[in-house]
Nanobody, 122 residues
Framework: QVQVVESGGGLVQAGGSLRLSCAAS????????MGWYRQLPGKQRELVAS???????NYADSVKGRFTISRDNAKNTVYLQMTGLKPEDTAVYYC????????????????WGQGTQVTVSS
């Protein structure tokens, strides 16, 4: 099995910064893609940013220029540096890891963390 654990959420004033971390552990051969999603109350989970093992990144338009995603492949860890935070960034942030569990298997399984609350006050 694979475990995904996030940390780093909290309360911050508008304009402030937070750094989220997420570590995957367990039966892992490789993690081609890791990412961050967020979910506002009553809304669907949406992609914030993703990053491949080669370092290619993808961002939601709403966070471009303010958030930076990075990863440490050796530690199976992904980070989300958030700057210029706005009240509308308030949400539960979820980390995901698309995992290959065996060298001979190309199927990827998506695992989610438990979520971490980010609250931005105005």
């Amino acid at each position: 099995q694979v475990q995904v654990v996030e940390s780093g959420g909290g309360l911050v004033q508008a304009g402030g910064s937070l750094r989220l971390s997420c570590a995957a552990s367990g039966s892992i051969f490789s993690i081609p893609v890791m990412g961050w999603y967020r979910q506002l109350p009553g809304k669907q989970r949406e992609l914030v940013a993703s990053i491949t093992s080669g370092g290619s990144t993808n961002y939601a338009d709403s966070v471009k220029g303010r958030f930076t995603i990075s990863r440490d492949n050796a530690k199976n860890t992904v980070y989300l540096q958030m700057t210029g935070l706005k009240p509308e960034d308030t949400a539960v942030y979820y980390c995901n890891a698309d995992v290959r569990t065996e060298r001979w298997q190309t199927t990827q399984y998506r695992y989610w963390g438990q979520g971490t609350q980010v609250t931005v006050s105005s």
